[in-house]
């Protein structure tokens, strides 16, 4: 599967984005899904995922209750809604899908088989 992020930018403290993440040549359904996200001279760190059928939601305690992670299986495109932004959230944002109905490790970046190439969102203070 390939898979395309969009939607990251420039904004101010406070303010929202929604990063969707486009993906193309496989069966959309049959994917558990993943954001993940690095800063400057950070490692990647999981930010939110969803499995297959988007029931099942997994978000790192950093984000919970300013990020909703969603997706549109009949559209082949997961969401990322960021609320309420802070600088801290600077960061390139990664989509990731793993081929799996079983969704055991939903934070580890090792577990994901399929990355996008990033978008980046920068928080201004």
């Known amino acids: 599967v390939q898979l395309q992020a969009c939607g990251g930018g420039l904004v101010q403290a406070g303010g929202s984005l929604r990063l969707s993440c486009a993906a193309s040549g496989r069966s959309f359904s049959d994917f558990a899904m993943g954001w993940f996200r690095q800063a400057p001279g950070k490692e990647r760190e999981f930010v939110a995922a969803i499995n297959w059928s988007g029931a099942g939601t997994y978000y790192a305690d950093s984000v919970k209750g300013r990020f909703t992670i969603s997706r549109d299986n009949p559209k082949n495109t997961m969401y990322l809604q960021i609320n309420i932004l802070k600088p801290e959230d600077t960061a390139v944002y990664y989509c990731?899908?793993?081929?799996?109905?079983?969704?055991?490790?939903?934070?580890?970046?090792?577990?994901?088989?399929?990355w996008g190439q990033g978008t980046l969102v920068t928080v201004s203070s």
């Open positions: 990731a899908a793993e081929q799996t109905y079983r969704f055991y490790s939903p934070t580890t970046p090792r577990t994901y088989n399929y």
